[in-house]
């Protein structure tokens, strides 16, 4: 009998799995394994001190983002007093299910089927990947951490089949001679509706690789094109391709995380990716840690109310930048005419530095009053069109 069973082993089940194994629960973690998930693989500095990460996993630091909009108008905003770490998920992701394991908790492999309950209690049945038997773990709690379209979520929790989301896609290459379209300590962000129609496409350096790619929600857009379209305008064409992945990222957090009895989401699987950039470690890291939280006072109280508390912790603190990212990406992304203007907005300054503090330190910035109300301002022009593009 385990205490929980961690489903997904991403890096939101993994921080599951570990932080409760390290509190003396009897852990299971089942994982897939061999998949990579499609991923820029960026993470702030917040992230590598919270959850301790070497220097070892962090395959580049990057020290300007380039904003290139529908017209080719690039705006190149420093990363001051600090990095961007990049790091690549088809080794970042084992080096969290090690270090889960090490701390105590049990790592299987194969496939997630379903939970099951009878008078014998609740058991989460799995294919095992090297016999193909179907096998059951007996177990007091779970906890979904299976990605975006979570068969958890799906089954368990209301609203868990109706979480919008986009089609991530990206190629691995190896990593061109730094030039005038490529360098390998800065990370471009392309919003282009020839691209992406509703989302961005990417360019991230990871050391001897770059990860190339885009994302969108739109139905019948060749997302292979796409990224091939992006490739040959970069000048990345001809560079070997190392790997293809892709994979669906939800765009808002769930209105529940929890089934009321024995169940608590994490990471993708709870909508815990962050609107307009996409951006999902650091939240999925942190879902995984209040999941993990939740289901400890659970387990001490007998109290399942207390599943809610991943939901609530976990809002309490990013429920504002998830809401203020969600604007910003409904205001901007409907159109290039909106992409070009909010790149020229890029332009300013303060929304440089506010962005980047908020970035870095995963909390919006309030230092600086006058500031935040410039951009306010700024922005409202942008929309309205008192500002034209073409006097930045």
């Known amino acids: 009998m385990f205490d929980v069973v961690v489903i997904g082993g991403g ?80 080794d970042f992701d084992p080096f969290l299910r090690a270090r889960a394991i090490e701390a105590g908790a049990q790592c299987f492999t194969g496939t997630f089927l379903r939970i099951k309950r009878d008078g014998e209690g609740t058991h989460v049945v799995y294919r095992d990947k090297e016999s193909g038997n179907e096998v059951e773990l007996a177990t007091k709690l779970i906890i979904g951490a299976d990605g975006a379209r979570s068969k958890v979520a799906k089954a368990e929790v209301p609203g ?10 990206h190629e691995i290459i190896e990593a061109p001679k ?11 962000v392309i919003y282009d509706g020839a691209i992406s129609p509703d989302f961005y496409g990417w360019i991230f350096p990871h050391g001897a690789s770059a990860s190339v790619g885009m994302g969108t929600g739109i139905e019948g857009v060749d997302l292979k094109k796409a990224t091939a379209d992006l490739r040959a305008s970069a000048g990345l064409e001809n560079c070997k391709t190392l790997r293809r992945e892709g994979a669906p990222i939800p765009l808002r957090p769930m209105d529940r995380w929890d089934n009321g009895v024995d169940v608590v989401l994490a990471g993708d699987a709870a909508g815990v990716v962050a609107p307009s950039s996409g951006e999902g470690i650091y939240y999925a ?12 006072a659970c387990l001490e109280t007998g109290r399942a109310k207390n599943l809610q508390l991943a939901r609530k912790l976990f809002m309490r603190e990013h429920k504002s930048v998830f809401k203020v990212l969600g604007a ?16 020229s907005l890029c332009h300013d300054i303060d929304v440089q ?27 409202l022009a942008h929309l309205t069109r008192i500002i034209s593009e073409t006097r930045v």
Do not use: W
């Not at 730094?178 to 471009?188: E, I, Q, T, V």
């Open 11 to 90: 890096p939101s089940g993994a921080t599951a799995a570990e932080d409760l194994a390290r509190l003396g629960r009897k852990v299971a973690m089942i994982d897939r394994d061999g998949r990579i998930k499609p991923c820029g693989g960026a993470i702030p500095p917040r992230l590598i001190e919270d959850f301790y990460i070497p220097d070892s996993q962090i395959i580049a630091r990057i020290k300007t983002a380039r904003m290139v909009s529908p017209t080719q108008r690039k705006v190149d905003i420093p990363i001051e007093d600090g990095f961007v770490g990049m790091v690549d998920r088809k």
């Open 160 to 169: 868990g089949d109706k979480i919008p989301y986009v089609i991530a896609y």
């Open 178 to 188: 730094a030039g005038p379209n490529y360098d390998p300590k800065r990370c471009d």
């Open 285 to 296: 890291m942190v879902g995984g840690l209040v999941a993990a939280t939740a289901a400890s």
């Open 328 to 343: 910003m990406q409904n205001a901007y992304y409907r159109s290039d005419e909106r992409r070009e203007r909010f790149v």
């Open 353 to 379: 530095k506010l962005t980047f503090e908020a970035y870095m330190n995963k909390r919006l910035v309030k230092a600086r009053p006058m500031a935040h109300l410039k951009i306010g301002m700024k922005n």
